[in-house]
């Protein structure tokens, strides 16, 4: 088994993602899963996060991590609704946080695999750059790194950036730059996860509680424009249903699910109207070495076969 540590910003897709996760108990050993503010505050996406992993009956440790990105102000999305889950109440957990902060439980469990830990981010990229800034040898500690964010062509705040690299861009470019494998699935990939109808559908007559729960949450974010709760936020519209962390926790347990490329990727700190912006050396004209491995496609049938597999074995895997 692949030990993983996953970081998230839980946040509705997240939560998809981190149940997809759970129902991959098989070729993945999550030794902890650590929380980031990002879609929300901290304090919502950590107790999403632990009361969602508590309620399907896990007891993997989550820790809490950064309330804020590294200098800039917190900025939170608002499709995901005020607590982060739109309409979607899960029961309390019956347990506390993790007694480490997210970077020390990174670097512990990074120490413990001794160069074998993987990480999925999900969210800004805060804690990773804390634990970077914090432990020295914390880059050859780290197998890859896969994270949903950047793109390799437009975005989701500006034109030029995505969410989880417009909130902290100062942590994006310490990890991008950090020499670790990383793997970036972006948005103008994940753009082609919206669930289709046909694909809810079954997921919604599926019986057991990874399928009801996620079938509660993909439910508010296929309606999230109509929700009164929601509607509170005036006339912006809303995302619909797209899958854009659990494209990234697919590629985890199926690389051939996307097909990437390997490019010279640099954040941009200092641009007046691009901040945030991940920008690819196209054509080597940088003359630096290539640092990631972007997704350029995605087979989305495939996609949703894996989904709805995963969905239909639930935790008897
Ligand atoms: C990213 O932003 C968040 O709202 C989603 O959870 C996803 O991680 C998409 O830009
Ligand atoms: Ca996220």
Request: glycine share 8%.
């Amino acid at each position: 088994k692949i030990p993983y540590i996953m970081d998230f910003d839980t946040g509705t897709d997240d939560a998809i993602a981190l149940i997809c996760a759970l129902l991959n108990q098989d070729t993945l050993d999550i030794k902890a899963i650590t929380t980031v503010a990002g879609c929300v505050e901290l304090d919502k996406t950590s107790t999403n996060t632990l009361n969602i992993v508590d309620y399907l009956g896990f007891d993997i440790p989550v820790a809490l991590g950064a309330e804020g990105p590294l200098k800039k102000e917190l900025f939170v999305a608002i499709s995901h609704g005020p607590s982060g889950l739109g309409n979607v109440i899960v029961p309390p957990a019956k347990r506390g946080f993790y007694d480490k902060d997210a970077a020390d439980t990174i670097y512990h469990f990074a120490k413990e695999c001794a160069g074998d830990l993987h990480l999925l981010a999900c969210g800004p990229l805060t804690n990773l750059a804390l634990a970077l800034l914090r432990y020295p040898d914390m880059n050859t500690l780290i197998k890859r790194i896969t994270i949903m964010g950047g793109a390799l062509v437009g975005g989701n705040m500006t034109q030029a950036s995505e969410f989880n690299i417009w909130v902290d861009p100062d942590a994006a470019k310490i990890v991008f730059d950090a020499g670790i494998p990383l793997t970036m699935v972006g948005l103008d990939v994940t753009l082609k996860t919206e669930m289709p109808k046909s694909v809810f559908e079954k997921i919604a007559v599926t019986d057991n509680p990874f399928a009801e729960l996620s079938t509660r949450i993909i439910d508010f974010m296929i309606n999230r424009n109509q929700l009164s709760a929601v509607s509170l936020y005036g006339s912006v519209e809303l995302d619909p249903a797209y899958m854009h962390d659990a494209l990234a926790m697919a590629a985890l347990v199926r690389p051939d699910l996307i097909t990437t490329k390997k490019y010279n990727i640099a954040v941009e700190l200092d641009g007046e109207n691009t901040r945030g912006m991940t920008v690819a050396d196209f054509n080597n004209v940088m003359n630096r070495e290539p640092n990631i491995d972007a997704a350029v496609e995605v087979d989305v049938e495939g996609f949703w076969e894996w989904m709805l597999e995963l969905m239909a074995n639930g935790p008897g895997r």
